[in-house]
């Protein structure tokens, strides 16, 4: 079975552009999640999405949003990027109740 | 609200010796626990999870924790370190019984060295 697959692994932009990352999830687990990971902050939950519907959300602010596609494919997006949004990006999917499946995540830097 | 502490950034040990990482948690409803490890340049992979059946849980690559309720501990251990278990480790956290399965709550992080 495939795992969780994470575009692009690494990209680099500069403040105020935006940016958009995919994942795409293991075959049947409906639950996508995203997490910002970075030295300071650690691990920290983005946002949950759950067949097309958001379902949890971390305190992020509105620059981060995200989607999810009825094939259960989610995309996250950055707008007016700041040179704190330097981060690796880690997208998890999982079940309907169950463990957390990890991708490669994408490393972003913003210069 | 949940919180996961973890004791120590940086835990050195040799070859051989026995692996201990500290976790506590702090949660007002019944928890589920985990431990994941993250290799350099790769996302989180579970060791093992506690999720309300037995206490002492058995994980991949020799690893086990042990829940305690009335110490708020999830620590990890092994018996005996490998090189290649050179890794980050993270205790996560998260509710029974809550909707939001894709959720957690991790600790900072331990780093763990193995020296020959």
């Known amino acids: 079975k495939a795992g969780v ?58 620059r981060f949003s995200g989607r999810q596609f009825s094939n259960s494919r989610s995309e996250m997006n950055v707008s007016t990027l700041e040179l704190g949004d330097s981060a690796l990006y880690l997208c998890a999917s999982t079940p309907d109740a169950g463990e957390l499946f990890f991708g490669e995540g994408s490393r972003l830097t913003v210069l | 609200a949940q919180s996961v502490t973890q004791l120590g950034s940086h835990v050195s040990v040799s070859e051989g010796a026995l692996v201990l990482l500290r976790c506590n948690y702090s949660s007002s409803v019944p928890p589920y626990l985990f431990w994941y490890v993250q290799y350099p340049n790769q996302g989180l992979q579970l060791l093992l999870k506690y999720t309300s ?25 092994k018996p005996s370190a490998h090189m290649s278990d050179a890794a980050e480790y993270f205790c996560a956290v998260s509710e029974q019984g809550g909707t939001s399965y894709g959720k957690l709550t991790f600790g900072q992080g331990t780093i763990l060295t193995v020296h020959p």
């Open chain 1, 5 to 62: 697959t994470q575009t692009p692994r690494y990209l680099i932009k500069t403040r105020g552009q935006q940016v958009t990352l995919s994942c795409s999830p293991i075959s049947g687990h409906r639950s996508v999640s995203w997490y910002q990971q970075t030295p300071g902050q650690g691990l920290q939950f983005l946002f949950e999405y759950f067949s097309e519907t958001q379902r949890n959300k971390g305190n992020f602010p509105g």
């Open chain 2, 53 to 77: 059946a037995a206490t002492l849980v058995k994980g991949i690559n020799g690893f086990e924790a042990e829940f305690k309720k009335s110490e708020t501990s999830f620590h990890l251990t």
